[in-house]
């Protein structure tokens, strides 16, 4: 149709070419469109028609101005594409005006068109350095986006950059971390896809196989690319096909069906009616362009009768092909003839489903955007009004320009272009929804709006069907989730996405599901048995409440009662022979520091302080020395009464009782002063030992200086050697009663105890270092208390008749 300003439309209403032989030796034969005619194309022709229609009736938008269109079938094919841009641009060549006032009839000054990419991608390399605009309704490859290659190119449909970025994100949604990639074998598919394993690898989303198909591929590789999907472990699909190579894929993959798998699907396809026919993808999800409504285009779709068809070539193959029958006078027998009774209303094609207006209102937008560039150019809007000038003549160029700052709505729908030529991406979520019939129904089921914030891009509104009609999310991942408690560990030449999982070692902990490393507990932390939690480590001690505590506890206690009795014993006989026999003075200071004894290790249970690990050692080291003191005390009395009785001795008037107190004084002060020093210089201290067992922290008392220590012990042990060797010299002196033998059965009792203690308590881990040292002390002080005491006490009360000074000394 003629005009003053004339659009072009590029669209491929046809899938197929006929390809001539080329002998080289002829003209080659002009490019001849063959194969079945698509009405998808062909209603988004109609739409550009009905658009421009419009805006000539449109009294607000280039009023007084009639726009024309030429509109071409690229056939699906590049060289068409290419042959019909150059007859769209050189409409512009002035060799062809025939005069001064001619008028614009076949200057073309913007272009809508194509819907492939690659077709786009050829067509802008021609009139781009023309300066011709080029408004696509479906080409999404995001390379035209790339204004040094394509200045020219703009779209009303969002790039795939968005699109990739917005599947990726889907897809790590749902928690599907190993996928199969198909792709269609042109610059749509192959610029979409690498966009999208970008995208993926930075969501964590690894891809087992990426195959690629186009429509003139043999069949023998589209069977490749069906048993590549049969044979894969990857439950989830996403296909960035166009529909014509799809469609080849699911006819094959129909033949021999293939697990269930959960396709993911690209604009171009999920939302194209003509696909659900194939059941098996029931529960498919993709992106699509928003579905629109258009007033008044179902009518001028369906408002089409022979007669007008009739004036087109392209309308009459579609109504031919619809109905069945021909028109015209030249129709072969075996035709039927259309006698004027098919009734477009009851047509069930592509060309009159406007339910879903998704890539035809993508074709309004584009001429709406050309449109208001035009008006922009040559109108001046005045108070509501605008006044345009037909004469203005307005180049290419300008409409270049002013379509950089469209801005406008139509129908509720905002169009406008960034830098790059694209329009702000918003897709809606679509879902294949099996119906109780079998049928297969497109759902929209969520938006994605780019332009909001990272993270709230994804509204989701309806519940999803899965593969197979299913309503729980499917599983597609190469290994199954890390629990917590474990680690990745990948297997080795494969993707990040397989590994094992490993536990963590001992001491550490992983939290969270998947976690590529475990880490340490803090110092005072131990892991719980599934290692995902630190919790404080239990502190151990030797407690007053647990049986090993009680039990040295209630000897501790019974010891002190013993010595106690033993003195009260000795208190109430204390004029008897036996009690004054060896210096009964003695006696009850060894029973004294008994009782201590037994009683100190009571400070040994509990939980350490500082100042119970300070009273401990010294009370220990202190009580024994006294109590070795008084033996050796009596020791030295023993040895000393009898060489008394030898004629001319005058020994006991150099060791009498203040001599014996002397002397016990003296080795207890000497015990004191190593005790202070010790307490000075490096006193014990409480300690939490991490070290002995890693699960549990042994609350112990830290000896300060180890020479302290066993300075107290050597003391000890030095006077406890001391005793014994005097108490075996006396051993065979002649008496009834000589306590030196139970002197020296104790003392060799009291080394046997210390000196396996020694090795006892440098091995005994934690707590038990502690029970072995009150047990020493019990041993020995038991040892003391009962070798020297009891057979005193036997006689105090079951045989008093040898409780006498005759007896004692051996006179009867």
């Not at 003209?27 to 194969?35: A, S, Y």
């Not at 607000?60 to 056939?75: A, F, M």
């Not at 096909?241 to 069906?257: F, H, R, V």
């Not at 020493?776 to 006490?793: E, M, N, V």
């Amino acid at each position: 149709m003629d005009g003053d300003y004339v659009i072009g439309g590029v669209f491929a209403i046809h899938h197929y070419k006929h390809t001539p032989v080329h002998n080289y030796t002829v003209i080659p034969e002009p490019l001849k469109c063959t194969g079945s005619i698509d009405s998808r194309e062909l209603r988004f022709s109609r739409a550009m028609v009905f658009a421009i229609e419009e805006i000539n009736n449109s009294t607000e938008l280039l009023p007084g101005i009639k726009l024309g269109y030429q509109i071409h079938d690229s056939c699906t094919t590049v060289p068409v594409a290419m042959h019909v841009t150059f007859q769209l641009s050189n409409g512009l060549d002035p060799v062809f005006n025939t005069g001064d006032n001619c008028s614009q009839a076949g200057m073309v000054m913007a272009i809508v068109g194509e819907s492939e990419s690659t077709l786009s991608i050829s067509m802008s390399r021609v009139i781009g350095p023309f300066n011709i605009p080029q408004v696509s309704y479906f080409a999404t490859c995001a390379c035209l986006s790339d204004k040094q290659q394509y200045p020219s190119f703009f779209r009303t449909i969002p790039s795939d950059q968005f699109q990739t970025e917005a599947l990726a994100k889907l897809i790590k949604h749902f928690g599907w971390t190993w996928i199969g990639a198909v792709r269609s074998d042109s610059d749509y598919g192959n610029n979409g896809m690498a966009s999208f394993l970008d995208a993926a690898r930075k969501e964590g989303i690894c891809v087992e196989y990426s195959e690629s198909l186009h429509r003139t591929h043999p069949r023998s590789r589209i069977q490749r690319v069906a048993d590549v999907i049969r044979r894969s472990t990857a439950v989830v699909i996403v296909a960035f096909t166009a529909s014509a190579e799809l469609t080849l894929l699911l006819g094959e993959l129909s033949l021999k069906p293939s697990p269930p798998r959960q396709w993911i699907g690209s604009e171009s396809w999920v939302t194209n009616r003509d696909m659900l026919k194939f059941n098996f993808c029931a529960g498919a999800i993709g992106f699509g362009i928003q579905k629109s409504v258009i007033p008044g285009l179902r009518e001028y779709l369906l408002d089409l009768s022979p007669t007008k068809v009739a004036a087109s070539p392209v309308l009459t193959e579609f109504w031919e092909d619809a109905f069945n029958c021909r028109l015209g006078k030249n129709v072969a027998k075996d035709e039927t003839v259309c006698d004027g009774t098919e009734d477009m209303q009851t047509l069930q094609s592509p060309y009159t489903d406007t339910s879903q207006l998704r890539a035809t209102n993508m074709v309004y937008k584009a001429v709406y955007a050309i449109a208001h560039a035009i008006h922009n150019g040559v109108c001046e809007d005045t108070n509501s009004t605008a006044h345009c000038d037909k004469f203005t003549r307005m180049e290419s160029k300008q409409v270049l320009t002013q379509l950089k700052k469209v801005n406008f709505s139509k129908n509720g729908y905002d169009m406008s272009f960034d830098v790059n030529g694209d329009p702000v991406a918003i897709y809606e979520l679509v879902n294949w929804q099996q119906r109780e019939h079998g049928s297969i129904e497109m759902v929209t089921v969520g938006l994605y709006d780019a332009s909001l914030p990272e993270g709230q891009e994804f509204r989701i509104s309806r519940n999803l069907t899965w593969m197979d009609g299913g309503t729980h999310v499917p599983v597609s991942v190469c290994s199954e989730s890390c629990p917590p408690g474990t680690r990745k560990v990948l297997q080795k030449g494969k993707p990040i996405c397989c590994y094992d999982c490993i536990p963590c070692p001992e001491g550490e902990i992983s939290n969270s599901t998947d976690s590529p490393d475990c880490f340490p507990c803090p110092k005072k932390f131990w892991p719980n048995t599934e290692r995902d939690t630190c919790f404080p480590k239990p502190v151990e001690f030797l407690s007053f409440d647990e049986v090993l505590g009680i039990i040295l506890a209630a000897f501790s206690v019974a010891g002190a009662c013993l010595a106690i009795s033993t003195a009260a014993i000795f208190f109430c006989h204390r004029t008897s022979p036996i009690v004054r026999a060896n210096n009964s003075e003695l006696s009850f200071l060894l029973l004294f520091s008994l009782t201590l004894c037994f009683l100190c290790s009571l400070t040994f249970i509990g939980a350490p302080s500082d100042w119970s690990c300070k009273l401990r050692h010294t009370a220990f080291g202190i009580t024994f020395v006294l109590c070795i003191s008084c033996v050796l005390g009596k020791t030295i009395v023993v040895l000393m009464a009898f060489k008394a009785t030898l004629p001319g001795s005058n020994v006991m008037k150099w060791f009498g009782p203040l001599q014996q107190r002397m002397t016990v004084v003296s080795f207890t002060f000497i015990q004191v002063l190593i005790c202070t020093i010790w307490l000075c210089l490096s006193p014990p201290f409480r300690l939490e030992n991490l070290t002995i067992y890693k699960e549990r922290i042994i609350l112990e008392c830290a000896l300060g200086s180890a020479i302290g220590f066993w300075a107290v012990l050597g003391y000890i042990g030095l006077l406890a050697l001391f005793c014994l060797v005097l108490a075996v010299l006396a051993r065979k002196l002649p008496d009834n009663f000589n306590e030196a033998k139970l002197i020296t059965f104790s003392m060799l009792i009291f080394c046997a105890v210390w000196i396996t203690f020694i090795p006892a308590y440098v091995s005994s881990p934690g707590k038990f270092t502690v029970a072995v040292e009150i047990f020493a002390i019990l041993a020995s002080s038991f040892g003391l208390i009962l070798c020297i005491f009891a057979p005193k006490c036997y006689i105090i009360l079951f045989k008093p008749e040898k409780n006498t000074k005759k007896h004692l000394m051996n006179k009867n």
